[in-house]
């Protein structure tokens, strides 16, 4: 079996060049075969993650750097049953990992990916766009994507950048009018956030959705309808801790399989941190699951926030 390390050198700010000599000090006593790549531009990920997995040889492939990192490489492995993927977390967010509570400490340590256990998890599908954690429409999508350029600045880490898109896009205008179709049924109207939940954390440890399992074939949305700034400003620690069904006033929590959102313009959609433009948005549970190994013993269920470690490289 081949590990081949996958990495993207900005992430984190760009202190990843170090990966190569750590993966080579873990790997070569344990007579592993092993490869490191990196990558040049977006997409890079998918595209290498994708022409190993063809071989068709048996890889477990490691997504070195962030969430948009994962994203790519899981693009890529999907639907190769002779590919598993995994995170060794060197992002600012890192937020797929949080799932798994406490033991998401344990994926910064690369022995620990090394005795694995394995499951098949779901996909979000976003207009032919896969996504492992989340998919956003509305006010949150344009502070999710407006944070790569906080990022960017020192000392400023991921939930900072969080806050300062949060407070820039306040004065962009907090909510739209979208129709919105879940499952059939019609919930149009003015809305300020519209996220769909495979994962249950985003923005740099946003607590979304509790209830998310990633294997249970089921998605969970969040809308959030129309609210003013007072509202935002004094429940936004809530939503951020877990509690948006604290709100059932003005926030909607549904488990379902598929959402369709038509804009009043094109809008900018959040797929795992990425960009996508759209004014009409359709949202599924994809056909497409993917393997994801993990450190053994650790569990997504009945898991709690935790802080996390910083990377061991």
């Not at 954390?201 to 294997?215: E, I, L």
Request: aromatic fraction near 10%.
């Amino acid at each position: 079996m081949k590990h081949l390390f996958i990495i993207n050198p900005v992430a984190g700010k760009g202190k990843n060049d170090g990966i190569p000599a750590h993966v080579a000090a873990v790997m070569e006593p344990r007579g592993l075969d092993f490869a490191c790549v990196f990558t040049k531009a977006p997409g890079d990920a998918t595209r290498i993650a994708e022409q190993e997995a063809a071989l068709g040889g048996e890889v477990r492939i490691y997504a070195c750097g962030g969430d948009g990192t994962l994203n790519e490489v899981i693009c890529g492995a999907a639907g190769y049953p002779n590919a598993a993927v995994t995170h060794f977390p060197c992002g600012s967010g890192n937020d797929f990992i949080k799932i798994f509570g406490a033991g998401a400490a344990r994926f910064f340590y690369l022995g620990e990916l090394l005795d694995a256990d394995e499951a098949m998890l779901d996909l979000i599908d976003c207009n032919g766009r896969l996504a492992c954690s989340l998919c956003s429409v509305g006010f949150d999508a344009r502070i999710g994507i407006g944070m790569a350029d906080f990022k960017k600045l020192p000392f400023v880490s991921g939930p900072a950048a969080y806050r300062l898109s949060l407070l820039k896009n306040l004065l962009q205008g907090t909510h739209r009018p979208y129709r919105i179709t879940l499952d059939g049924e019609d919930l149009s109207g003015e809305y300020t956030l519209i996220a769909a939940c495979n994962g249950r954390y985003y923005g740099s440890g946003f607590y979304v959705s509790p209830r998310a399992m990633p294997d249970d074939g089921i998605l969970e949305f969040v809308l959030v309808k129309e609210v003013s700034l007072f509202t935002i400003a004094s429940v936004v620690g809530h939503y951020a801790s877990g509690e948006a069904e604290r709100y059932p006033q003005f926030i909607t929590c549904r488990s379902g399989r598929s959402l369709r959102v038509v804009c009043d313009r094109p809008s900018m959609v959040n797929v795992d941190g990425e960009r996508l433009d759209a004014t009409e948005v359709c949202i599924r549970l994809s056909e497409k699951k993917f393997r994801f190994f993990y450190p053994k013993g650790a569990t997504w269920r009945n898991t709690e926030q935790t802080e996390e470690p910083a990377a061991q490289i």
